[in-house]
Structures are given as structure tokens and as C-alpha cells.
């Protein structure tokens, strides 16, 4: 459309290419949280890794998306919440902390083998129009340091992979945000995260395992 719009008005390629303001993104239910109710969410962690999945689409996509607008900051359907006692932070507000902390400064091309979930899907046609990877990423690098968010959908395995472009022997920081896990298994409905900060614990010459249900970023110096 922005094509369209330049040829037709015939702008000269000396004019900026114009971006796309993605406007009000979010997850929300209004079977789950009804506007005659408040439209109030009370997010779970498949809900925290929808959010993650968004950020990563729109670190990838960067290069053609100038703003991205979430709806809303503060209550109904937000990662805030302001109760009597103080602020109520939501699953979704882990994966927008990680996110502003790290993938900032350029975005990094990806390239990304994996299975693919092949169940149903909601529309049908999804799988039609797009992947559906078990593993959904993005990588930026800023003064240095390269960041990589991964992001396994799968609610019930961990997924091994191998990283290429990572020199062996250095430190990797490793973030972590997941559901909190009941009898060995972790509880994707659940309203709470765990979320984990190891250092130097991971060396790139060996796959690294990504919880299932889980978003993961992996920080190394270049």
C-alpha cells in the first residue's frame, strides 16, 4: 500500500520511505474479560509468550515499522494494574522488561531451522498464510553486545538447538522468563512467571535447551 500510495502521487525517491505505526497491539479476549465487566484481563503465561512473539515480529520487522503502540499501559487490558494496595505487575509485563532492556540499537537478520506445530489453529487458514515454528526469535546488537530472544511455544517440550555466530569460550548472559512449573510440569494458565538470570553459565560450542513455555535471551560481547 505504501508502494501504491509513492507511485501514484508520484513522490521522488528522494523523499524518506514512509513506516508503518502499528496501532493498539495486544492480547485480549472479550469472551474472557467482557467490556460490560471492565474488559479487565487477568493475563496468563501463554498469554506473556503471545506478547513475546509480537516483540520479536517487531524487532524482525524493524526495518518497515517506525511505532508500535500497545493497548493499553495502565489497566483493563495492560501488563499494570493498579489495585488499593499498589501496582499489580502481569505475566505480560515480564516479556516487555526484557525486551526494552535488551533488543535494542540495530536489528539482526535470523536465520531459523525448526519443527513446526501442525495442530489446529484458530483461524483455520493460518498455517496457509504463515509458519508456525516451535521456536519464534529475534536478535539486535547494540554497542557490542548482540542480544538473541527466543521464544518455544511448545507447551510440552524443551527444544535443543544449536547457535552459530557465537564465538566459543565467552561469557553468555542468559535471561529467562517462564511459568512456574506443578509436579514437572509448567502451568501455561497460570497468572504467575518465573523469571531467572544466569551468568556465564552456557557455552556456545553445545546446544543450548530452551524450556518449554519459556522466553530465553541469550547476551554475548561481539
Not at 513506516?19 to 469472551?31: G, L, Q, R, S, T
Not at 538447538?161 to 494458565?189: F, H, L, T
Request: proline fraction near 6%; aromatic fraction near 8%.
Amino acid at each position: 500500500m505504501i508502494d501504491q500510495a509513492r507511485i501514484e502521487n508520484k513522490v521522488p525517491s528522494t523523499v524518506p520511505r514512509q513506516k508503518i505505526c502499528f496501532d493498539e497491539w495486544n492480547v485480549w479476549d472479550p469472551a474472557r474479560a467482557p467490556g460490560e465487566q471492565g474488559a479487565e484481563e487477568a493475563y496468563t503465561v501463554s498469554d506473556a509468550l503471545a506478547v513475546a512473539v509480537w516483540l520479536n515480529v517487531f524487532v524482525r520487522q524493524a526495518k518497515y515499522i517506525g511505532m508500535a503502540n500497545i493497548a493499553q499501559s495502565v489497566n483493563v487490558i495492560s501488563p499494570l494494574m493498579t489495585t488499593p494496595e499498589g501496582i499489580q505487575k502481569q505475566t505480560t509485563w515480564w516479556p516487555l522488561l526484557l525486551f526494552s532492556k535488551y533488543m535494542r540499537g540495530s536489528a539482526l537478520a535470523v536465520h531459523l531451522r525448526c519443527g513446526a506445530y501442525d495442530g489446529p489453529t484458530e483461524p483455520a487458514w493460518i498455517r496457509g498464510a504463515v509458519e508456525t515454528p516451535w521456536l519464534d526469535v529475534s536478535a539486535a546488537i547494540d554497542n557490542g553486545i548482540a542480544s538473541l530472544a527466543v521464544v518455544n511455544i511448545s507447551e510440552e517440550k524443551d527444544l535443543e538447538a544449536e547457535i552459530e555466530g557465537i564465538p566459543s569460550g565467552i561469557r553468555v548472559g542468559v535471561e529467562q522468563m517462564r511459568g512456574k512449573e506443578e509436579n514437572g510440569e509448567v502451568v501455561v494458565k497460570s497468572r504467575e512467571v518465573m523469571v531467572s538470570t544466569e551468568e556465564g553459565d552456557w557455552q556456545a560450542d553445545r546446544p543450548f535447551r530452551f524450556p518449554k513455555s519459556s522466553l530465553t535471551i541469550l547476551r554475548w560481547k561481539c
